[in-house]
């Protein structure tokens, strides 16, 4: 058995997953109950509430990409980096549902580098907010400065709230930019009017 069972009851497929297997609501809900960090924070810290907050860093037109980085964690779960690295067969396997995620919402496969700098922003401001103190230091994140303000406390279904509305928000303005962006194309064929009121 190769399928995992949603929280909507939909069948996803780990080897071969497909776009019309990933919903908006499995993907809040199951980032809102993983804590990062395999739960070794000082409190319930949600891979969504993290999503939020790297999405809260980059520009306007990168926030959707950023809000879905994690995604793939909400059918493999979030293993801890140390782990991931020993584990190539599981690199493979988030790879092919990053892909599917990516179709479904009509991303780039590959991020760019202000998602990847507002990730390590975001870890070291988990570092200092969530994690016990600790001499060792973290070569990830040298040169890292957290952000300015203390991670708020939200309970799970906060989260969930929170991720899913923002989620909606930036699919719907993502979409009608692209909608409009495609009638301005056609429309230089024809008279210039107004792109319909539909869109």
């Known amino acids: 058995m190769t399928w995992i069972l949603t929280r909507t009851g939909r069948r996803f497929d780990l080897l071969m ?12 809900h199951a980032l809102a109950n ?5 739960g070794h924070t000082s409190r319930h810290y949600s891979v969504a509430q993290h ?7 980059v520009p306007a037109e990168h ?30 396997i988030e790879n092919g549902i990053w892909l599917a995620i990516c179709e479904r919402f009509n991303l780039e496969p590959e ?21 016990p103190e600790h001499g060792e230091r973290w070569p990830c994140l040298e040169g890292v400065t957290p952000v300015p303000y203390r991670l708020p406390e939200w309970t799970s279904t906060h989260a969930c709230i929170q991720y899913h509305s923002k989620l909606l928000d930036l ?5 009608r930019t692209r909608a409009l962006s495609t009638w301005e194309r056609v429309d230089e064929h024809h008279a210039g009017g107004e792109a319909p009121l539909c869109m």
């Open 63 to 92: 926030q959707l990409a950023a809000l879905l980085h994690d995604a793939t964690e909400a059918y493999v779960g979030d293993m801890v980096r140390p782990l991931k690295a020993l584990l190539p067969d599981y690199s493979a």
């Open 111 to 131: 991020l760019p580098a202000c998602i990847h700098e507002a990730d390590m922003v975001a870890l070291a401001t988990e570092r200092r907010d969530l994690m």
């Open 171 to 175: 699919l719907q303005t993502t979409h």
């Open 17 to 28: 997953p497909k776009a019309d297997q990933v919903s908006t609501l499995d993907i809040a």
């Open 34 to 38: 993983i804590c990062r960090f395999n």
């Open 51 to 57: 999503s939020l907050l790297v999405a809260s860093i």
